[in-house]
């Protein structure tokens, strides 16, 4: 979801699907909440266009 979208669209998507989820199958939701937005970042961190400093980055690499 994170090449397609950006790394918050795909967090704020992900969130209440990841907590419907857990509450479901009865368990904790809290780490798996605060989990589901960094691993959106991280998967976005290597897309030329998630963030501005990827950009950066990217860019003294091809140089």
Known sequence: ???VLS???S???LTPVVAMLLLGLDLPP????FATPCIADT???LL???NPINALVLSEQID
């Not at 809290?30 to 909440?33: G, N």
């Open 1 to 3: 979801m994170t090449a």
């Open 7 to 9: 790394n918050d669209a």
């Open 11 to 13: 967090a704020i998507l």
């Open 30 to 33: 809290m780490p798996f909440l």
């Open 43 to 45: 998967a976005s961190f």
């Open 48 to 50: 030329p266009v998630s």
